[in-house]
């Protein structure tokens, strides 16, 4: 088995057990996130009724540290959430959909950062769904995955049927953000591709749930000739391959037709009966949405296209002056 597929494999395992870890502890957060809520419109009610002020809040947050001093969560500050809770969710049977079984931090941080209640339903059912961490949901808000999401240009309603081309449609982003990859200006195309299955587990992130790596440079054989594709997934939920062409700089047209053949050439070498049609994703820098729009018109395999956003890209004499991992941990080594 070589090095790099065992890698790949690893990753996939590690992703797994995290996810259903997660996932495992959502069931035990219903109970706990509802009795906030109802402590929350306990103290809005007492307020409105008796005339009390944010003052009471504290006293008490103190009075339940004397009382109840074996139980944690009952801080001032968390006494707080649970009133911003109550007042931001006055429908309970909302906060029941998907919000009251996220553990409490998440919560917290759809409060504070998302303001907008589609969007928080969104994101709390994205979490449950694909076992996402505190961090990972926060990076998901930074990185406005609710606005990128199905944002690609594609022609999946006239290649696909209904409704698996909705399912490819919204499982597709636009743009995506590697800014885990720190790379010089002047990088090219394999560069990119090295470096995305270096860091193949971010990648798999942000590509988001259901991606499994397959291989790069993947090669096929037709009519005696070699080709060799840049990166090619096999999606768990779609039940189809995804192969994804990496181009540096803006789309051209005749990219189209390219990833038509290699959709074509996966679909009779690698798919099973049972499978999907072959999706083809091309990932490019910018894009000019006519010219991805004529691109596709007729084009007869689903192929959608997105751009990419490198916001780390470090000049080159920068590069160059930064120690490297092995001269860092040589130094850390030698304390």
């Known amino acids: 088995m070589e090095l790099t597929f065992y890698k790949s494999l690893i990753s996939d395992i590690k992703i797994r057990i995290r996810q259903g870890q997660t996932k495992a502890a959502f069931s035990v957060n219903t109970e706990l996130t509802l009795m906030y809520y109802d402590i929350g419109n306990i103290i809005i009610q007492r307020q409105r009724l008796d005339g009390w002020g944010k003052g009471i809040i504290p006293k008490i947050a103190l009075d339940l540290k004397n009382d109840l001093s074996e139980m944690k969560g ?14 931001e969710f006055p429908d309970a049977s909302i906060l029941q959909q998907a919000v009251a079984k996220l553990p409490w931090g998440h919560t917290i941080a759809l409060m504070q950062r998302v303001k907008d209640m589609n ?18 949901l926060l990076h998901k808000i930074k990185s406005n995955t609710w606005l990128r999401h199905g944002q690609s240009a594609n022609n999946f309603q ?47 992130l942000e590509l988001g749930a259901g991606f499994a790596f397959v291989g790069r440079q993947y090669q096929l054989t037709v009519s005696d000739k070699d080709f060799y594709l840049d ?105």
């Open 158 to 204: 006239i290649t696909l049927p209904q409704p698996h081309s909705d399912l490819v449609h919204e499982t597709l982003k636009n743009p995506y953000a590697f800014d885990f990859l720190t790379l010089t200006e002047h990088f090219n195309e394999r560069e990119l591709e090295t470096e995305l299955v270096r860091h193949i587990e971010k990648f798999l």
């Open 74 to 87: 009952f801080s001032e500050r968390n006494l707080g959430y649970m009133v911003q809770l109550a007042r």
């Open 119 to 136: 969007q928080r339903l969104w994101y709390a059912d994205q979490t449950l769904q694909n076992g996402w961490g505190r961090d990972t």
């Open 231 to 335: 990166l090619l997934f096999y999606h768990l939920k779609l039940r189809c391959f995804i192969v994804i062409d990496l181009k540096k700089g803006e789309f051209k047209p005749e990219y189209a037709g390219k990833m038509n053949f290699y959709c074509s050439a996966v679909d009779d070498l690698l798919r099973f009966p049972t499978d999907n049609p072959t999706v083809g994703l091309i990932l490019c820098q910018s894009k000019d949405k006519i010219f991805a729009e004529y691109a596709l018109k007729d084009i007869n395999k689903p192929i959608g296209i997105s751009e990419y956003e490198l916001t780390r890209i470090l000049p080159q004499n920068l590069e160059h002056s930064l120690p490297s991992i092995e001269e860092i941990e040589k130094e850390l080594e030698t304390r």
